[in-house]
């Protein structure tokens, strides 16, 4: 008994959606619907796998390492909302999971100031937030703070970002959204 089935030559020559390794010098821009104005930029100078040994195991794994990756939020323009979605859909992300920036450098400008977060590693963590570590510095104004680390989440409940020191569980820093 035989059986023939049809194969679409074009679905044979058609490529795998493109991962974070394809590009270099890659940035996104968000803009939100009703105005038009951006509300989040994303770029990074280039992505790369490395196998790494994990202790005494002889099996290599593939790590995603990120160069350079710059964020910047508009938190006049930012709906929590959609932070909350992004920051949920890219940690679920499976080559994103174990992916780590390495510098990264945050910035959200709101319309009084502009607040700077730079570090050493980044990471996007299960729970939907941002950690970042290595060597932390804040810079809001003409303040500086240094730390170990620092976590960025987004609360829909208070419609704010929250920028916490460490193993902390309160914020030293509320940054509140558009609503």
Not at 32 to 49: C, I, N, P
Not at 112 to 137: A, M, P, Y
Request: proline share 5%; charged share 25%.
């Amino acid at each position: 008994m035989f059986c023939f089935s049809p194969i679409d030559p074009i679905s044979l020559l058609a490529k795998p959606s493109p991962s974070l390794k394809d590009y270099q010098g890659l940035t996104l821009n968000f803009f939100k619907e009703g105005s038009g104005r951006r509300y989040l930029k994303v770029s990074y100078k280039q992505a790369v796998s490395e196998n790494k040994k994990l202790g005494f195991l002889t099996m290599n794994l593939a790590f995603l390492k990120i160069n350079d990756l710059d964020v910047e939020m508009y938190a006049q323009h930012l709906e929590c909302s959609k932070i909350v979605s992004l920051f949920d859909q890219v940690s679920k992300k499976r080559g994103v999971r174990y992916a780590i920036a390495e510098p990264i450098r945050l910035m959200i400008q709101t319309p009084q100031e502009r607040i700077n977060v730079i570090g050493q590693k980044g990471k996007f963590s299960s729970n939907g937030s941002l950690r970042i570590w290595g060597q932390v510095d804040v810079i809001q104004g003409k303040e500086s703070k240094k730390m170990e680390s620092l976590i960025l989440t987004a609360d829909t409940s208070v419609n704010a970002l929250l920028l916490t020191a460490g193993k902390d569980p309160k914020p030293f820093l509320t940054v509140p959204l558009s609503e």
